[in-house]
C-alpha cells in the first residue's frame, strides 16, 4: 500500500470546512482512498468544489498532497488552518514544509 500526507477538507460544512493533514492510505490507482477508519471514492464531473465522497455518507471532502507552502485549501484565505495529526507532525514540518514545526512538536 502507499501512503501520503495529505490534506482533507470537509465540503459539507462549506467551501471552507474543517480540515485536518494526517496519513492517507492509497489504493493502487489512487480513485479510492482510506484515512480515520473511512472510505474516499474519486468524484467525476460532480459539480461540486470536491474531488472525493466517503462512500459511506456521500459527504463531500478537497483531498489533496499537502503543499510545502501551506497553502492548501481550495478557496484561499478563509477559515481555521487544518488539524495536523500528531501521528504525522515532525514529518510534515520537516519533509512537506522544509521547516522545524513552531509549536515545537
Not at 477538507?9 to 471552507?16: I, R
Not at 477508519?37 to 474531488?51: D, I, M, P, Q, V
Not at 471532502?61 to 484561499?76: E, M, N, Q, S
Amino acid at each position: 500500500m502507499k501512503f501520503r500526507i495529505m490534506y482533507l477538507e470537509d465540503k459539507s460544512k462549506g467551501l471552507n470546512g474543517p480540515a485536518r493533514i494526517g496519513r492517507v492510505r492509497l489504493s493502487k490507482t489512487g480513485e479510492t482512498l482510506y484515512y480515520g477508519g473511512r472510505t474516499f471514492e474519486a468524484l467525476r464531473n460532480s459539480g461540486l468544489k470536491a474531488n472525493f465522497s466517503d462512500a459511506e455518507t456521500g459527504q463531500p471532502f478537497w483531498i489533496a498532497k499537502a503543499r510545502k507552502g501551506g497553502d492548501d485549501r481550495l478557496y484561499k484565505g478563509a477559515g481555521d488552518p487544518p488539524v495536523i495529526d500528531d501521528d504525522v507532525r515532525e514529518e510534515y514540518w520537516r519533509d512537506v514544509r522544509g521547516m522545524p514545526d513552531p509549536v515545537g512538536g
